[in-house]
């Protein structure tokens, strides 16, 4: 077990709604990073937050957003649900995001499925 | 999104057989992790590699950061039915945190 804890760990919502995903990082990290991960698919980037700013991006649009807070939790917000937004969504937690050994570690996921 | 080329996508193997999967890539990576994923589950990291022609072992299981820093392998000794499982290759370029990952390769282990 990473310690990385997520949830909830399955949620059903409808095309259009807003959802709210959170994430609980390991004891002593500071940086948390989301992925979505489509089913076969291997996960994609999609931010990470570091001292409660967002601190790179991949390729997703603004309808993504998320926060952290004091505490290095994290919460992940999708606004206008759209159906190919099903997938496992994954956090994982580090120390830090400085030098090469930002090693990641990964929550047992939230799967969201958009009908 | 980008993604590295992993290889092979599926393997059946028997019980007690060695097995051997690599990533690689067209872009210099300055990390390679190695994870493995059960159904359900979020990926649990197995071995990670920070030097270009770094050797490290974990149990069974060795894994090398090719010298080009272009591609990984990781290889499994003497598989178990627990080795079963989708495992993920995934690479960091310069200072971000942003991880690319592999397709996967799906293990399958015959008792």
């Known amino acids: 077990e990473t310690g990385v804890t997520q949830s909830p760990t399955h949620l059903i919502k409808t095309r259009g709604q807003q959802v709210t995903l959170r994430c609980s990082s390991q004891s002593g990290h500071n940086t948390v990073s989301w992925y979505q991960q489509a089913l076969g698919q291997g996960p994609q980037f999609i931010f990470q937050?570091?001292?409660?700013?967002?601190?790179g991006r991949g390729n997703f649009p603004p309808r993504f957003s998320g926060l952290q807070f004091p505490n290095y939790s994290s919460e992940l917000n999708v606004n206008a649900l759209e159906l190919d937004d099903s997938a496992l969504y994954l956090c994982?937690?580090?120390?830090?995001?400085?030098?090469?050994?930002?090693?990641?570690?990964f929550g047992p996921g939230t799967r969201l499925t958009v009908l | 999104g980008q993604q590295l080329n992993q290889s092979p996508q599926s393997m059946f193997i028997q019980e007690g057989e060695d097995v051997s999967m690599n990533c690689t890539s067209s872009?210099?990576?300055?990390?390679w992790l190695w994870y493995k994923q059960d159904p359900g589950e979020g990926p649990v990291l197995l071995i990670a590699l920070y030097k270009a022609g770094e050797l490290t072992s974990n149990g069974r299981l060795t894994a090398q950061f090719g010298i080009t820093r272009k591609d990984s392998f990781l290889n499994i000794s003497a598989s178990i039915p627990s080795d079963v499982g989708i495992y993920f290759c995934a690479g960091r370029q310069g200072n971000t945190g942003k991880l690319i990952f592999g397709q996967g390769t799906t293990l399958q282990v015959k008792p």
């Open positions: 994982a937690s580090s120390l830090a995001i400085t030098g090469v050994r930002d090693t990641q570690y």
């Open positions: 937050y570091y001292r409660e700013e967002e601190n």
């Open positions: 872009s210099i990576f300055n990390t």
